[in-house]
């Protein structure tokens, strides 16, 4: 795997500091059934890192200590760590906006058949990747029979109430370009496609969050193999706007990882840049949220992912 960083921190970004913290994301691990081709993370099926009870429940004491209004799990699949259904639990007892980043096809899967009813019964929000709405697409950056495996968990997910309009229960889909471009314009795509889904399969959704591909670890190693590096990060510097600066996602959340250790953001993370309390890497166990507000963002090159056209967050444009 190719590392990015010595490219990326050759690349300056205006400064930013983090506002109030009212997220907190958590990776769970690693392990995925997948294997995508725009994964920043470089899951898949042989990653073993998953986080241990002892971060989780120290986890738990930070959101409530802290009255976390929102936790965004994230992997992998997160659905695949053994404590999931327990965690989602707990905070749903906390009163936490529980949101999980789906790709879909885990509903499918032996031994999570069940999973999807948990997840309405506990009033979760869904953010499921599904890349584009044409099966060639899908299958070419997911892999072979995801697009139809993906069809069958959406259909799963309308039948049990999500997605539909005037309902509790929130699905969003997730674009990302298929290479080295820019996402199209979000209110549009979205238009298409609900149109296509709903006339070819009867699928509805909330709404399309369009990410763009931040380029890290698979991703990252992908475009420095095909000599794409480069331009790639001109077209996103090129596209820069300063008004996406007041609200990307690292200015009001935190990112932990599998072992508990803090970040800015889901990336920063696979790029190894922690916060750090007395030079050494913050951990959640130590971590006090009124030392992390209102402090210096650590950027690099990459983060121009996050502010080039409409702007791209977890929560998808910006603008």
């Not at 591909?213 to 790639?232: D, H």
């Not at 920063?268 to 009124?290: F, S, T, V, W, Y």
């Amino acid at each position: 795997m190719l590392d990015t960083l010595p490219l990326l921190n050759k690349i300056s970004f205006p400064a930013i500091n983090r506002k109030k913290i009212n997220i907190l994301q958590i990776n769970l691990g690693y392990r995925c059934n997948q294997q995508c081709l725009h994964c920043h993370v470089n899951a898949g099926p042989n990653r073993r890192e998953e986080m241990s009870h002892e971060v989780l429940m120290q986890t738990l004491d930070f959101i409530k200590y802290n009255r976390i209004q929102t936790v965004d799990l994230t992997g992998g699949a997160p659905e695949m760590h053994p404590e999931f259904i327990g965690l989602i639990e707990a905070l749903h007892q906390l009163g936490v906006k529980v949101i999980d980043r789906c790709n879909l096809t885990i509903l499918n899967e032996t031994g999570y058949e069940h999973l999807a009813e948990k997840l309405a019964e506990k009033q979760v929000e869904i953010v499921a990747s599904m890349p584009c709405y044409l099966e060639e697409n899908v299958n070419k950056q997911r892999g072979s029979g995801v697009f139809e495996s993906s069809i069958k968990a959406l259909k799963t997910l309308n039948e049990l109430g999500y997605g539909h309009e005037g309902n509790s229960l929130t699905l969003n889909l997730v674009y990302n370009p298929q290479g080295a471009s820019l996402s199209p314009e979000q209110v549009q795509l979205e238009k298409d496609y609900k149109t296509f889904l709903m006339e070819q399969f009867g699928i509805t959704f909330n709404q399309l969050f369009t990410i763009t591909n931040v380029p890290v670890k698979r991703f990252g190693s992908t475009l420095i193999s095909k000599k794409e590096f480069k331009p790639y990060m001109e077209l996103l510097q090129s596209a820069h706007q300063m008004d996406n600066l007041d609200a990307v996602m690292c200015r009001y959340q935190l990112s932990i990882d599998w072992q508990g250790y803090l970040y800015d953001c889901d990336f920063n993370q696979m790029l190894e840049l922690p916060l750090q309390k007395n030079g050494k890497k913050l951990h959640i166990a130590d971590a006090r949220i009124e030392e992390l507000e209102n402090r210096d963002i650590i950027v690099a090159g990459h983060c121009y992912a996050c502010t080039a056209g409409k702007g791209s967050s977890c929560g998808g444009a910006l603008t």
